[in-house]
């Protein structure tokens, strides 16, 4: 196979087989036409073929990879055009000159002569004819590389956005826990050394596993029940918290750590500013390719008046929105209300 929009990294035994398989076909037709129309036999038109083949390879090579990339790919029309109109006319000159002293040579001059009363135009034209569709695939090289480098360059751009938004993910988190921790150890509360292991299992999963562009939706949930475990050690009675998750789980991925945010709120905002018993509910369910996460909480009694919606969350809530915009584009809906309640409603189409 040859493709023709392939672009190979130098002459290559593909790219010459490309190059002699065009020419071949230009010489088998030209030869096929003439021997039809003249007296002229198709072997000896081969023959006469190859000479002027002599003016049709260096205009046609001096065009795609000359005039093309200096010119025309630089948006330099007017000069590409007139370059180009130099090069035929040059190169229409010295194919008429060639068919003249090649046909004068034959018994059948008056066919010869025939033809070479034709226009200098038609000349001019075998020129152009051969060269067009290597210019044509030479553009859409181009253009198609234009495009992978585009994409290459907005991808490095999301990478390395994507992975300062982590980085600053995780501490955040890791500040906000490990303040917990202290107080824990400060009240010799005997649910320390449990919460240290959530937190060991939980850095384990930030450090290690995170690392990619996605991550197993079942990781992603053992993750947020780490967490869950590890807040209702420091709360205590003070929470309920009921967790539901089911549906296609098992085969879908998702960006990492990006519905920890939503439940991290859920317990600093809303069971954090409760001063007596407080409650947390999570449905994460997968129907087809889409993701339907609802996260709900009571109100503490700061948060009327206290905060805003659109303020709820700090950091880590405007971390979440900018991964959402930027791997999920036109994929996701994500609805936050807080009458009575706090709620976030996030629907995502995985891939």
Known sequence: MLPIEKIYNGWT??????????????????????????????????GLELVIMLVKLPYT????????????IQ????????????????GGTLLWGMHYYLFTGFHHFHESENFLSAAFFYKAMDLVYVATFPIIVKLQQ????????????AEQRLNAELELLKHQLQPHFLFNTLNNLYAMVLTSDKNAGKAVLHLSSMMRYMLY????HTIALVKEIEHLQNYIALEKIRYGKRVTVSFESGGDIATRVIAPLLLFGFVENAFKHGVGEHIHEAWVRINCWVKGDVLDFLVENSLGMAAPGAETISTYGGIGLHNIRKRLELMYPQRHTLAITGSGTYQVHLRLTLA
């Open 13 to 46: 035994k593909q790219r010459l087989y490309r190059h002699m398989a065009y020419w071949c076909f230009w010489l088998l037709l030209y030869a096929s036409v003439n021997s039809t129309n003249s007296a002229i036999p198709f072997g000896r038109w081969i």
């Open 61 to 72: 090579y001096a065009m795609i990879y000359l005039l093309v990339p200096r010119f025309l």
């Open 75 to 90: 948006r330099r029309y007017g000069h590409f055009f007139i370059r180009a109109l130099v090069f035929t006319i040059v």
């Open 142 to 153: 181009f253009y198609q590389q234009q495009e992978r480098q585009n994409r290459a360059i």
């Open 209 to 212: 596993e995170c690392n990619g």
